[in-house]
């Protein structure tokens, strides 16, 4: 029996919101593995007193850097969000940009789990933990501004709203990343390789950010009312 028009878009819509139900389930157990790992050690409870504190700061310790990646993984999910509530259709390259933005982001407890093994500040495994943390969270980015390189490519067939994609996801102001992150990433292993310290991989990383952050104030400035 012949498929109709309608049968068939029930169909895509169907399979689409199973791409982005799988996408939502991804981000809810990278956050659910990262706070499971925020708990004291069995042995804790054979502790002495003068121990305990030392124990707690590094319960402190793992909570901090899970906020901070709650946020993170947060940041991205919010953009994700974003992204696809343009989408109308979906085919095998958006699946697969989809699927390496989520690989990317699915790293995030390993790379939590790394900076808060050691607590030497100035210990090869304390750099290296950094380092990588700072790779997954550029892998993320990367990914996800190829995902929407795709969409903003493939729009008038992907995507509703067509006119207003390139303004509302600023792409203007995003597709620097497609060249600064790289360049990052090499700083970063140039960094990592003759063991300098992590800040100098933070401040670059931080780079990102502050370009981005000008861009967006250049392509897309804020409109000022008569009330302002």
Known sequence: MDITEEQQEIKKEFQLERVILFSDAIFAIIVTIMV???KLPEEARNLANSEIPHEFLRLFIKLMAYAASFFLVANFWMRHLKIFSFLRDYNKGLVIFNLLFLFAVSLF????SLITGSFKMHSPIFTWGVNI????????????????????????????NN??????????????NLYLVPFIGLLVLFFNYFDMQPIFSL???ALIGVVNARLRRVYYPKIKTKSD
């Open 36 to 38: 499971i790992d925020i």
């Open 109 to 112: 407890p390993f790379a939590v």
């Open 133 to 160: 943390y700072i790779g997954v969270i550029l892998s993320s980015l990367m990914t996800q501004t190829l995902l929407t390189w795709y969409m903003v490519t493939n729009k008038a067939k992907l995507c509703i």
């Open 163 to 176: 006119n207003n994609i390139d303004r509302i996801l600023q792409w203007k102001a995003q597709r620097v």
């Open 203 to 205: 401040y670059s990383a």
